[in-house]
């Protein structure tokens, strides 16, 4: 069974802290892993990282993939109050990689 | 562009009514999807459709159905609600070819009492 874990369930940092978000998963024919960003309302698409791509880099994110542990993570550096989010982790899965598989994700509460 | 849109936004049922939740998107994506999100359960796949003209039942379809409208437009139909079907829902798109990132609208709170 195809399966996506995130850890920790939910983090409190300070402002200007690092964090480091986890995703681990299994999947029968790996493809590639999906970071989203969830506030309030829809997820947002952050990274995607296929089985070519190791590392990611968009402003204070960075995620690496790591293929041989099945697992990825998630960077944010100097965090900021805007960061507070929930942070989903997805694989493709089925034929075609046509559906999604997410994790339970990770709250971040960024404090001041 | 409006992306993916979802209407209602919120609505109040009680158990036993039916209603039907619609989507649609303006980005000329092949598939459309449906999920529901619980606390501590983060996003299940109720139904998807891969092209216009098919339909395929996900991880959690029990309880409902759904229609393919035409390419832009994707509902999720709940003939008899019960409480275990309040929830957010979540209307998604993507393109059939290419990339796997889906497209996701604002989403719908139901409450069934």
């Known amino acids: 069974e195809d399966k996506v874990v995130q850890s920790p369930l939910s983090l409190v940092v300070h402002e200007g802290d690092t964090v480091t978000l986890n995703c681990s998963y299994e999947?029968?024919?790996?493809?590639?892993l999906l970071w989203y960003k969830q506030e309030k309302k829809a997820p947002t698409f952050l990274f995607m990282l296929?089985?070519?791509?190791i590392e990611k880099k968009s402003g204070r994110l960075s995620s690496i993939l790591d293929k041989k542990e099945l697992f990825s993570i998630l960077n944010i550096t100097a965090t900021q109050t805007g960061d507070s989010a929930v942070y989903l982790c997805a694989v493709p899965v089925g034929g075609g990689g046509n559906k999604l598989t997410f994790g339970t994700g990770t709250q971040l509460k960024v404090e001041l | 562009n409006a992306g993916v849109t979802q209407t209602p936004k919120f609505q109040v049922l009680k158990t036993g009514q039916s209603m039907t939740l619609q989507c649609a998107q303006d980005m000329n994506h092949n598939s459309m999807y449906w999920y529901r999100q619980d606390p501590g359960m983060g996003l299940r796949l109720i139904y998807y459709?891969?092209?216009?003209?098919?339909?395929d039942k996900g991880e959690v379809p029990n309880g409902y159905n759904v229609s393919r409208l035409n390419k832009r437009e994707f509902s999720l139909r709940l003939e008899s609600a019960a409480p275990s079907q309040t929830s957010v829902y979540f209307c998604a798109s993507k393109l059939l070819a290419g990339g796997y990132e889906q497209y996701f609208g604002p989403g719908t709170r139901l409450t069934v009492t």
């Open positions: 999947v029968t024919n790996f493809r590639s």
């Open positions: 459709s891969a092209s216009e003209g098919t339909t």
């Open positions: 296929t089985s070519s791509g």
